[in-house]
């Protein structure tokens, strides 16, 4: 008997790929798509491994690929922006054994800078789509887009979004299929993409497309579901199980594969039905070819454009075509929402090492270029201590761009801040930039010897690999050296004054300089110190401590209280208190 | 699919809620239900708000809960509680963790923290609150908020306690395995009892 287990979808690729007989693993951290590889690195089988971005991990696959092993590759959405030049050239290639792509979609930005919709990669560079709706499928999808990759000797995506990444619903538990290692063979008209060779693989990939395309129509994974006729859907993903839910009774075709698209199926679904909706999360992908083909269909012209599609929208606004009672008209008392309930963000955790140089920053009103990360809470309120988040890696160049535009005056009360793992991801190049192009920019180095906000991911600088063998670290201090920085220096964050003193001096150096504040992220510090608190007769009231941004400092009337059972004992609410009311748990005055 | 029944669990980042559906889940497994699961935990380490939503019955399609249909809400949380009331079915039952925990914008001043029990209490009846920080100090071990919670759960569904406390023997680590049981126990025997609210 077939043993069925409840996984998430990310864990279900990760048993897609080990049951296609994958050895290779690579990946960059990022939600909703890291559990991928974390999964993927507990099978024995599978080399897996974390690269330091997307663009390596991709060519680490591509690696594998050509040289025989089928290769899982995964990424959040906008790392496939990273990875985009290996992926289209890699389309002209192809490959050998098989090769596939997880892009891993956040409609609705759960965890995101942007929710671009990385259907239009697949489109940009030729290459097939798969788009599984729950774990049973992203396991099979997985398998099968590995079979795919080879028929029709391509890269494949599989794209999955959030709420397919992380529910949990049954897989059926098969064996591996172990694959041998297919025969390497050098071909240069085949891999060796200069233009002369790069003309003719064009050719291919067109072809290639035109027998996609003929494949599709019998694809039969995309599924006609023939009920009544008033209204047909077109969906694909999780949106298609929300329109299962509540829309039983509706025609649907069903797309697995979403690019490219099945004309003569999407047709005849058309003149089947009275009426036509596609209803697809994100952009109107679909809609626009089926409008290009001429069929009549409706699309955003109903449904939104910007964030998730959810089965209460596709509930209001086909289910009247039913006639169905809108479930919007008994709204009872507890449906009402109470008005003004306070939001609750994420906040940087008690003892996190960031706290005190987001504080420092604010304190001397610098302008800071911002970057991937926890540190990017730094931007929150009551810190407010951040300009600007554009993506990985971007907080150097856009300081060396800050300053080139408005001069070094400038430059001297601004910074650039990046973690440890987002400076290894794509800050190097900027801080080479910084020295080549004779900018002034201080950079300061968050390194909390760990890649954080995704779950505590080893990297290239705290020496441990996915698999959890220690490895050689990446000495920082030397590496910015290498690349021309004089004025490189460590401090402990914990260390306010030292800290601030030093942001001053490397401010008013007229070069490029280096800060890397280097403290372990608190959730992964074992031993915690003795708790802060306040002594109550002491405290003044004039709530300095509150501007901090602590979630362990709780104000009660005028005066503020610790919370001894999450406080950590960072001493941060010490050092900024005035009245030297907030001490260590036993302590005496004056001896923090 | 109408028997489709919902659970929605939510909290703040970091209270165990996760590991709470995860026991919640392979027990309705192992009953030989459907079960669908969806959580976002982007960044819940960090000390946002967690959802998790859980649907059970011989087929489950949409891992989302529809809007007014959860049969159950257990809220780590009070205001978190406040927050989901409008997931709640007119007769659903809500089970609440009389615990406080301040947001940012309360925390630094900006707002202030409601009165989140009368206020749930007005607008529905089944409410049920307990203190299980103080339960799970007295079955022994302080981080057990959530199997006592858990257990709270139970009482409410009707599953033999065996399929739970096995599900729990094979979820939680050997070293914490005793404090957990008790919790669960704990959570279970409590007597405080529905409907403090309207009506």
């Given amino acids: 008997m077939l043993m069925k287990k409840l996984l998430t979808g990310n864990e279900a690729i990760a048993r897609g790929a080990w049951e296609a007989g994958v050895t290779v693993c690579t990946a960059y951290p990022g939600t909703p798509s890291t559990e991928i590889t974390e999964n993927a690195a507990l099978y024995n089988e599978i080399y897996a491994e974390w690269s330091p971005n997307e663009k390596v991990a991709l060519e680490v696959g591509l690696g594998a690929a050509i040289g025989g092993a089928r290769a899982l590759v995964a990424m959040k959405h906008v790392g496939v922006n990273v990875a985009a030049d290996p992926l289209f050239t890699l389309s002209y290639t192809g490959i050998n054994a098989g090769l596939v792509l997880v892009s891993a979609d956040d409609p609705g930005m759960h965890s995101s800078q942007n929710e671009q919709d990385n259907r239009h990669f697949g489109k940009a560079a030729k290459i097939p789509i798969l ?80 027998k996609l395309k003929e494949y599709a129509e019998t694809f039969p994974f995309n599924r006609m579901e023939l009920r009544r006729p008033e209204i047909g859907i077109i969906a694909s993903g999780v949106v298609y199980q929300y329109v299962r ?156 761009g800050m300053e080139k535009a408005r001069g070094k005056e400038f430059a001297r009360r601004l910074v650039a801040v990046i973690g440890d793992s987002t400076f290894i991801h794509s800050g190097i190049t900027g801080l080479i930039d910084a020295v080549y192009n004779k900018a002034t920019t201080t950079i300061i180095i968050l390194d909390n010897r760990t890649t954080a906000m995704t779950g505590h991911q080893d990297n290239p600088v705290n020496g441990r690999t996915i698999k959890g063998e220690t490895t050689k670290e990446v000495n920082l201090p030397l590496l910015c050296k290498a690349a021309g920085v004089n004025r490189v220096v460590e401090v402990d964050p914990f260390d306010l004054a030292k800290l601030e003193t030093i942001v001053k001096e490397e401010l008013a150096a007229e070069e490029p300089s280096v800060i890397i504040s280097k403290r372990q992220c608190a959730l992964l510090v074992k031993n915690f110190d003795t708790p802060c608190q306040v002594i109550t007769e002491e405290c003044i009231g004039c709530l300095r401590c509150m501007k901090i941004g602590c979630p362990c400092i709780i104000k009660e009337g005028k005066k503020v209280r610790i919370n001894a059972t999450q406080c950590v004992g960072c001493n941060l609410c010490a050092y900024v208190c005035p009245s030297g009311a907030i001490r260590k748990e036993g302590a005496a005055n004056g001896s923090n | 699919m109408g028997q489709t029944k919902n659970i929605l669990i939510v909290g703040v980042g970091g209270q165990g809620t996760i590991l709470a559906s995860r026991v919640l889940s392979s027990v309705l497994q192992k009953i030989g239900l459907e ?123 009707d599953i033999d306690q065996v399929v739970w406390l096995e599900t729990i023997e094979e979820t939680v680590p050997p070293k914490f395995l005793q404090a957990n049981l008790k919790a669960f126990k704990a959570g279970f025997a409590t007597t405080e009892n529905l409907n403090l609210g309207k009506d």
């Fill in chain 1, 131 to 210: 788009e599984p709706s729950d774990s049973q499928e992203a396991k099979e999808f997985t398998k099968i887009a590995f079979e795919l990759s080879e028929a029709f000797d391509t890269p494949v995506i599989l794209r999955i979004t959030t709420r397919v990444a992380h529910s949990q619903s049954l897989v059926d538990l098969e064996p591996r299929q172990e694959i041998p290692l297919r025969k390497y063979e050098k071909n240069i008209q085949k891999y060796v993409m200069m233009p002369g060779f790069a003309r003719p693989r064009h050719r291919v990939v067109e072809n290639r497309l035109e």
């Fill in chain 2, 35 to 157: 079960v669908k699961v969806s959580e976002i935990h982007g960044m819940a380490q960090r000390g946002g708000s967690v959802v998790t939503q859980v649907r059970y019955g011989q087929k489950v399609a949409s891992p989302i809960i529809p809007e007014g249909q959860a049969d159950i809400i257990l809220a780590f949380e009070k205001l978190e509680a406040l927050r989901w009331l409008t997931c709640l079915k007119e007769e659903g039952i809500i089970l609440i963790n009389d615990q406080r925990i301040d947001p940012m914008p309360v925390i630094i001043g900006a707002t202030e923290y409601p009165d989140t029990l009368d206020n749930i209490r007005q607008r529905t009846k089944n409410v049920l609150v307990i203190d299980a920080l103080k339960a799970a100090q007295e079955a022994g071990n302080a981080k057990t908020v959530n199997i006592v919670l858990l257990g709270l759960l139970a009482k409410f569904m």
């Fill in chain 1, 245 to 400: 839910e509540v829309l039983p009774d509706a025609s649907t075709l069903k797309l697995a594969l979403t690019y490219p698209l099945p004309r003569k199926l999407l047709e005849e679904f058309a003149s089947k039905v009275e009426r036509l909706f596609v209803i697809e999360e994100l952009d109107p992908f679909i809609e626009e070819q089926l409008k290009a083909w001429g069929i009549e269909v409706h699309g955003k012209d109903t449904f939104p454009i910007v964030g998730e599609i959810l089965p209460e929208t596709i509930r209001q606004k086909l289910g009247p075509l039913f006639n169905e009672e809108s479930p919007t008209a008994k709204v009872q008392d507890s449906c009402v929402s109470f008005p003004n309930i306070p939001v609750r963000p994420p906040v940087m955790c008690p003892g996190c090492p960031h706290r005190g140089v987001f504080y420092v920053l604010q304190k001397l009103k610098l302008t800071v270029t911002g970057d991937i990360g926890c540190y990017t809470l730094g931007a929150q309120a009551p810190l407010s201590a951040i300009d600007t988040t554009i993506c990985m890696g971007a907080s150097i160049g856009a300081a060396i």
